[in-house]
């Protein structure tokens, strides 16, 4: 099956530049986020690449089974092949998340793209 056909649409601001260059040199301040905060040891979360637009199909078929039951789907890989994901579902579309295959599926609060965006600090 293919990824879900609006990630492009809800995502496109990511792979424009400056913002796409951008995004591999900020990380997230855990602390921003409470459920974060309180299920992961880490005082920060360093954004390591936006995946590539052209791969997004084969990164969907190696998350797919761990994502697909939570409607969400990766964007943004991270240290630890952890990934920020964005909802796709009708609960939780365009809202962020961030998973981990040890502490799964975390909502980062109900930020959309724009909010996580704007919380992002420099390395």
Request: net charge negative; glycine share 4%.
């Amino acid at each position: 099956m293919k990824q879900p056909s609006n990630i492009t649409t809800m995502a496109r601001k990511i792979w424009k530049e400056p913002l796409h260059t951008e995004l591999s040199k900020k990380y997230i301040d855990v602390s921003l986020y409470r459920e974060l905060k309180n299920n992961i040891p880490d005082s920060a979360i360093a954004l390591e690449e936006v995946f590539p637009m052209s791969e997004l199909e084969e990164i969907w078929e190696n998350f797919k089974p761990y994502l697909e039951p939570h409607k969400i789907f990766p964007l943004i890989g991270t240290l630890g092949e952890t990934v920020i994901c964005i909802g796709y579902g009708k609960e939780n579309r365009e809202k962020i998340y961030y998973f981990d295959f040890d502490f799964g599926k975390i909502p980062l609060n109900n930020d959309n793209l724009d909010d996580f965006i704007e919380k992002l600090k420099t390395k």
